[in-house]
């Protein structure tokens, strides 16, 4: 060992691990712990007998530094490196295998030599979806099992830099939870969290949620969606208990302090911050089942107006699934609240779901006869409804005289480009179980087991979706309002079970829209001596791939797809 020409990178100096610089990196900057790296390496023996190789796999080798995955002398060493250095190390038998070593190749208090060469590396992903949204590299290991929490009052010093550009440099004391107020994007709200008192690093943001999004502040002379650093240091905080540590009133009070909080920053426009503190109220009493008397009655009615303003805030936001999510929840607190059911309506309106719309409105007026509201947006259903039904005439005038006549001539249209398959008057009826009249009745209203369907034609403003389709579904999250595209689904499938009720199977199928929530919303259309105004049947899809979905099981009024 005293021959190898190295520098000693151990803390201790103790020659345990020798470095040489075989080719220098580039940049100024050094992976952390908790980084995740990608090395190739060479590791040999003292004899110069190789006995593993990443280079031979032709796959770089991935580890977390400083967390002990790897020996001692690499958690030493790759610290040391910059991006696309190449190195020896030399590591002494303590700072690699011990004397037990590593059989069969490597034998007991063997010094080891690895060709090490850092390709690159990336912080720790500390995002809540483990997307790469937020990553961290710690500069300055803080005080362990000491962090912050929601609703702490955290003090630290932020740098905030852009492509090498500070926009960002101050001390600041905020709320956990509330760093927007003083300039701050989420990302770093949410990084605090994973924070030790007395830590120092370097986070990176990307995408809009944990950004500043599309609409940075003009101060910061930021791009949209600009992917942005901190450097941050968390000075101190106010521990603050954690919800289960908390005594029945001791909640009661830390949900009141929230709801005014939020009607507070929902006064002030500000409905992220707003929605977070009353997603607090909610998380604080949903589960809370001991208190008894006025401490009940008093968390019934802050649970509620937790659920309410949740359902406003989402409703302002166009989240209107979400916002119904909250009012089914409300009305589980209180079946007849008023504010709840008319709440729902507007957003079932929204979905242009007029017929669901008008039986809520319908609920409000049980409980409030004199609600004008209500009676308004009824009328304001029905003439939608109307509107829509005299658009179907006039489309669709035509097109029977058409078809009309070429059934009398015995001239048919090639069944793939035909909009509305015709069923023979001697077409057998298809028999359904129990469970699929249940739902072709109560969604379309016609008696499947006694008739045969005449006619199946689209809505007026559908889109026709062919065998094998793009469609777009919503995932309901404000970030996610782009849709996300499904190539190549065959539909088919999907409906020949409970709508292959004509003589000849259905060859097109018709979606009207798709809705957020991952459902897909299809209106089926029937004619017999006179147009009806179809209803609808959702079919939920429990997840987005790209693929084929198979019909599923029919549930109540939902035709569940299995992926």
């Excluded at 250095?85 to 190749?105: F, H, M, Q, T, V």
């Excluded at 970030?479 to 009720?501: R, T």
Aim: glycine share 8%; proline share 4%; aromatic share 10%.
């Amino acid at each position: 060992m005293a021959a190898v020409d190295g520098i000693d990178i151990t803390p201790e100096k103790d020659g345990g691990v020798l470095k040489k610089i075989l080719v220098e990196g580039t940049g100024e900057h050094h992976p952390s712990k908790g980084d995740s790296v990608y090395v190739h390496y060479v590791g040999t023996l003292e004899n110069g007998e190789q006995f593993d190789s990443s280079r031979d796999r032709s796959e770089p080798f991935n580890f977390t530094l400083g967390n002990g995955q790897v020996i001692k002398g690499w958690d030493l060493g790759v610290a040391t490196m910059k991006k696309g250095e190449k190195c020896n190390l030399i590591c002494r038998a303590d700072y690699a295998y011990g004397e037990n070593g590593s059989p069969p190749k490597i034998p007991g208090g063997a010094t080891l030599n690895f060709e090490i060469e850092l390709l690159r590396w990336q912080g720790e992903d500390i995002s809540p979806d483990r997307d790469g949204a937020i990553t961290r590299s710690i500069i300055v290991e803080g005080e362990k099992y000491s962090s912050p929490t929601e609703g702490s009052t955290v003090k630290i010093c932020a740098v905030g830099s852009y492509n090498g550009r500070v926009f960002y440099d101050k001390e600041v004391s905020f709320i956990l939870g509330e760093g927007s107020e003083v300039g701050l994007p989420e990302g770093v709200d949410r990084a605090l969290r994973r924070f030790n008192k007395g830590e120092k690093s370097t986070i990176h943001l990307k995408g809009s949620r944990f950004t500043f999004g599309v609409n940075p502040p003009p101060e910061y002379d930021l791009p949209p969606h600009a992917e942005i650093d901190f450097t941050l240091f968390l000075k101190e905080y106010e521990k603050m208990k954690a919800s289960w540590e908390l005594t029945g009133e001791e909640k009661l009070d830390a949900a009141e302090a929230a709801k005014e909080r939020g009607t507070m920053f929902f006064k002030q426009g500000k409905l992220r911050l707003a929605a977070a503190k009353y997603m607090r109220v909610i998380e604080l009493l949903e589960y809370e089942k001991s208190l008894e008397n006025e401490a009940k009655t008093r968390r019934d009615a802050l649970l509620l107006a937790g659920y309410l303003n949740s359902a406003l805030v989402y409703s302002k936001q166009d989240e209107t699934v979400e916002c119904i999510k909250n009012c089914d929840k409300a009305l589980e607190v209180d079946p007849k609240c008023v504010k709840a059911l008319y709440r729902k309506a507007l957003a079932l309106q929204e979905q242009n779901d007029a017929d669901e719309a008008i039986i809520e409105y319908k609920k409000v007026l049980e409980y409030e006869p004199d609600n004008k509201a209500a009676a308004a947006q009824i009328l304001a259903c029905k003439k939608k409804l109307a509107e829509i039904r005299e658009k179907e005439k006039k489309r669709y005038k035509g097109m029977f005289e058409k078809f009309a006549a070429k059934e009398k001539t015995g001239i048919n249209e090639d069944e793939t480009t035909t909009p509305m398959e015709t069923a023979s008057p001697k077409s057998e009826v298809v028999s359904f179980n129990h469970a699929e009249r249940n739902v072709l009745q109560s969604n379309i209203g016609y008696e499947y087991d006694k008739k045969p369907l005449p006619y199946f034609f689209p809505a007026a403003n559908s889109t026709l979706l062919e065998q094998n389709v793009k469609i777009k579904f919503y995932t309901g999250k404000a970030e996610s309002n782009n849709g996300v595209e499904i190539d190549q689904i065959n539909l088919k499938p999907i409906f020949a079970k409970c709508i292959n009720i004509l003589q000849k199977p259905i060859k097109k199928v018709y979606v009207e829209k798709a809705w957020r929530g991952f459902t897909a919303e299809v209106r089926f259309y029937h004619r017999a001596d006179t147009l009806n105004y179809p209803r609808l049947i959702r079919f939920n899809i429990p997840k987005v791939i790209s693929g084929t979905y198979h019909y599923g099981s029919i549930s109540g009024n939902e035709v569940v797809m299995d992926c």
